[in-house]
């Protein structure tokens, strides 16, 4: 099991508390023990003379939130840059800040530019490194290239992105690590991203590319930050939870450098707040959208790592914070009136009596369009279409360009396929459950049988890390008789354009209910 009794475990409840000291020694023993939790306070530089103190920040998983959304929480990366520099000045010798990844993707205003605009607030932020995580890849790598340009000071750090087949060379993308240097110390900053989540990605978005399995490369890396880079301090910002960074392992003593390889762990992708500690090592994830920040203090004494304090703060108080203005600069530059104007146009009305669109209806209302747009472009044959269903539920009404893009708004382009077994489509539309569009309902699927089918490509592309098709087995190529290079937003937008009012009602009918085992 991945937690065993010796995982010191802390659920971060919002009414509670959030501060929880961990005391270790992190260089002096090999102990399997976990830290202990007491009540002491943050410590400041003047309380103790002869320690130096670090304080650690980070954000995961923002998606994309630009704009301030106060129904949510989400404070936008203007009143969250505010609220950074802040902290900072409680111990200017001492600030790091990192972002552990998922940083662009997700919303109409970081999609129209594809991440130029937060990628361009990193450098302002001070942000030391942006870690990779699956998302950055949904535009290509082209698009990772592309936003490196735009910054500076900024690292994007991938420690286990190879090239593929050639997979001793590292990825040009990224970086394995960083140092710095704080108050006299040396810091060195390891990026790297979950191994599996490569299948979290559209599969020709990586296809040469390859994530090796993170452990050894953070022990050897952290070897080398100490041993060959002089590193006082070593710490981990990995775009994955804690329960899949091998926790145990990398926080073991080193018997190459004598300290553990790590002080420290920021996770992210799981979107959860952690607070937990292995063998006196804090691992911390804040979260989603900038609503947290995730705070490491890391004691300095005597040539060791004395104590850690974990934080995730500022939830409901970042948005108390004026906005910062070289930030809106950036915004400002990219939000003209036109854009406003564009992405408030209303396409059309759906209707519900419940008041929303439930992610699956919105893959039914897509799977729908899909249908219909294929058929104007001539391809008649189609048995069904498929999809994976809405990013998020919204409000429904009135839909705008913004809304349509926010419940929809990852970049996939349709295939059609022929010759895909009735095996696959059972396994797709009924163990997986995903929304689909049956083009005749009194037809019965039989999973012996061939049909055509319109699938998004992360589905139809799919493979697993040994790069077989997994989803669709039963894909070839050579069957491949037509894809829809228009994205699922733009897909919904036209068909709204051409019906201007539908209702939730007419994607209740056996077309989208009909396949069962």
């Given at each position: 099991?991945?937690?065993?009794?010796?995982?010191?475990?802390?659920?971060l409840?919002?009414?509670?508390?959030?501060?929880?000291?961990?005391?270790?020694?992190?260089?002096?023993?090999?102990?399997?023990?976990?830290?202990?939790?007491?009540?002491?306070?943050?410590?400041?530089?003047?309380?103790?003379?002869?320690?130096?103190?670090?304080?650690?920040?980070?954000?995961?998983?923002?998606?994309?939130?630009?704009?301030?959304?106060?129904?949510?929480?989400?404070?936008?990366?203007?009143?969250?840059?505010?609220y950074?520099?802040?902290?900072?000045?409680?111990?200017?010798?001492?600030?790091?800040?990192?972002?552990?990844?998922?940083?662009?993707?997700?919303t109409?205003?970081?999609?129209?530019?594809?991440?130029?605009?937060?990628?361009?607030?990193?450098?302002?932020?001070e942000?030391?490194?942006?870690?990779?995580?699956?998302?950055?890849?949904?535009?290509?790598?082209?698009?990772?290239?592309?936003?490196?340009?735009?910054?500076?000071?900024?690292?994007?750090?991938?420690?286990?992105?190879?090239?593929?087949?050639?997979?001793?060379?590292?990825?040009?993308?990224?970086?394995?690590?960083?140092?710095?240097?704080?108050?006299?110390?040396?810091?060195?900053?390891?990026?790297?991203?979950?191994?599996?989540?490569?299948?979290?990605?559209?599969?020709?978005?990586?296809?040469?590319?390859?994530?090796?399995n993170?452990?050894s490369?953070?022990?050897?890396?952290?070897?080398?930050?100490?041993?060959?880079?002089?590193?006082?301090i070593?710490?981990?910002?990995?775009?994955?939870?804690?329960?899949?960074?091998?926790?145990?392992?990398?926080?073991?003593?080193?018997?190459?450098?004598?300290?553990?390889?790590?002080?420290a762990?920021?996770?992210?992708?799981?979107?959860?707040?952690?607070?937990?500690?292995?063998n006196?090592?804090?691992?911390?994830?804040?979260?989603?959208?900038g609503?947290?920040?995730?705070?490491?203090?890391l004691?300095?004494?005597?040539?060791?790592?004395?104590?850690?304090?974990?934080?995730?703060?500022?939830?409901?108080?970042?948005s108390?914070?004026?906005?910062?203005?070289?930030?809106?600069?950036?915004?400002n530059?990219?939000?003209?009136?036109?854009?406003?104007?564009?992405?408030?146009?209303?396409?059309?009305?759906?209707?519900?009596?419940?008041?929303?669109?439930?992610?699956?209806?919105?893959?039914?209302?897509?799977?729908?369009?899909?249908?219909?747009?294929?058929?104007?472009?001539?391809?008649?044959?189609?048995?069904?279409?498929?999809?994976?269903?809405?990013?998020?539920?919204?409000?429904?009404?009135?839909?705008?360009?913004?809304?349509?893009?926010?419940?929809?708004?990852?970049?996939?382009?349709?295939?059609?396929?022929?010759?895909?077994?009735?095996?696959d489509?059972?396994?797709?539309c009924?163990?997986?459950?995903?929304?689909?569009?049956?083009?005749?309902?009194?037809?019965?699927?039989?999973?012996?049988?061939?049909?055509?089918?319109?699938?998004?490509?992360?589905?139809?592309?799919?493979?697993?890390?040994?790069?077989?098709?997994?989803?669709?087995?039963?894909?070839?190529?050579?069957?491949?008789?037509?894809?829809?290079?228009?994205?699922?937003?733009?897909?919904i937008?036209?068909?709204?354009?051409?019906?201007?009012?539908?209702?939730?009602?007419?994607?209740?009918?056996?077309?989208?209910?009909?396949?069962?085992?």
């Open positions: 099991m991945k937690k065993s009794g010796l995982l010191l475990s802390v659920l409840l919002l009414s509670s508390c959030d501060i929880y000291p961990f005391h270790s020694n992190n260089g002096l023993s090999s102990s399997d023990s976990g830290g202990s939790i007491s009540g002491d306070e943050q410590i400041s530089t003047s309380e103790e003379k002869g320690i130096k103190i670090i304080d650690f920040y980070a954000v995961n998983d923002l998606h994309g939130r630009i704009l301030e959304d106060k129904s949510d929480n989400v404070p936008g990366i203007s009143k969250l840059a505010s950074l520099q802040e902290e900072k000045k409680k111990n200017e010798d001492g600030y790091v800040f990192i972002n552990s990844g998922d940083y662009w993707q997700d109409y205003d970081s999609g129209t530019n594809k991440g130029e605009l937060l990628t361009k607030c990193l450098d302002v932020m942000c030391e490194a942006l870690v990779l995580g699956n998302h950055e890849f949904d535009w290509g790598t082209e698009v990772i290239t592309h936003n490196k340009q735009f910054v500076n000071y900024t690292s994007f750090l991938g420690g286990n992105i190879y090239e593929y087949p050639n997979t001793d060379k590292l990825s040009s993308l990224i970086e394995q690590y960083k140092v710095i240097e704080r108050d006299g110390l040396k810091i060195g900053i390891i990026g790297m991203i979950g191994e599996d989540q490569i299948t979290s990605i559209t599969s020709s978005n990586w296809e040469n590319l390859t994530f090796k993170p452990t490369l953070i022990k050897s890396l952290s070897d080398k930050l100490r041993n060959d880079e002089g590193c006082d070593v710490v981990l910002s990995i775009h994955a939870d804690e329960e899949d960074t091998d926790p145990y392992e990398i926080t073991k003593v080193s018997a190459k450098s004598g300290k553990r390889y790590v002080d762990v920021f996770c992210a992708h799981s979107h959860q707040l952690e607070i937990k500690a292995y006196g090592v804090p691992f911390i994830q804040g979260g989603e959208h609503k947290q920040v995730s705070h490491v203090q004691t300095y004494e005597n040539g060791n790592v004395r104590s850690t304090y974990c934080k995730n703060g500022g939830y409901g108080k970042i108390s914070y004026q906005e910062n203005e070289e930030i809106n600069q950036i915004i530059s990219y939000f003209d009136e036109k854009y406003i104007n564009n992405k408030n146009v209303v396409l059309g009305e759906i209707e519900s009596s419940g008041g929303y669109l439930s992610k699956s209806v919105i893959g039914r209302i897509q799977a729908k369009a899909t249908y219909e747009r294929l058929i104007d472009l001539g391809y008649e044959d189609i048995d069904i279409v498929i999809n994976n269903g809405g990013r998020s539920s919204v409000d429904s009404g009135s839909m705008t360009k913004e809304k349509i893009f926010n419940m929809t708004p990852f970049t996939n382009y349709t295939y059609v396929v022929s010759n895909i077994s009735g095996k489509i059972i396994a797709e009924v163990d997986y459950s995903n929304p689909y569009y049956w083009s005749d309902p009194n037809l019965e699927l039989n999973e012996n049988e061939y049909y055509t089918v319109a699938c998004i490509d992360y589905m139809m592309l799919h493979k697993n890390t040994y790069r077989q098709y997994n989803y669709f087995s039963s894909y070839k190529e050579s069957n491949v008789e037509y894809i829809l290079k228009e994205y699922p937003n733009e897909v937008e036209n068909y709204l354009l051409e019906n201007k009012t539908i209702s939730i009602n007419q994607f209740m009918s056996p077309n989208y209910t009909c396949i069962s085992n």
